[in-house]
């Protein structure tokens, strides 16, 4: 079992950052891929990025250049940094985590999520 809690979502005006976090405990951390997934109201929920065991990334295209995933193995925290938001990147950011045989870039897909964040960004 692995438990994960985000942080650092918020109100930003379009334009500015936010860096996400979340902390995971339980099983050992590095044995999983780990992503960040976003749903949106009226929208299904939508892969962003994710990084393999590998340390290997991977990102939505429509997010490509915005976003950036890493991780911290040794303090059990995976990051995701967002710089020129838009109004259209307001959503609730979910942590996830895939074992090894699962892809993390499905929804289904996905082994364990986090409760959520809310990033909402003002024009």
């Known amino acids: 079992q692995v438990q994960l809690v985000e942080s650092g979502g918020g109100l930003v005006q379009a334009g500015g950052s936010l860096r996400l976090s979340c902390a995971a405990s339980g099983r050992t951390f590095s044995n999983y891929k780990l992503g960040w997934f976003r749903h949106a109201p009226g929208k299904e929920r939508e892969f962003v990025a994710a990084?393999?065991?590998?340390?290997?990334?991977v990102y939505a295209e429509s997010l490509k250049g915005r976003v950036t995933i890493s991780r911290d193995n040794a303090k059990n925290v995976v990051y995701l940094q967002m710089n020129s938001l838009r109004p259209e990147d307001t959503a609730v950011y979910y942590c996830?985590?895939?074992?090894?045989?699962?892809?993390?870039?499905?929804?289904?897909?996905?082994?364990?999520w986090g409760q959520g964040t809310q990033v909402t960004v003002s024009s």
């Open positions: 990084q393999f065991r590998s340390g290997n990334t």
């Open positions: 996830a985590a895939a074992t090894p045989s699962r892809s993390i870039t499905l929804a289904t897909m996905v082994d364990y």
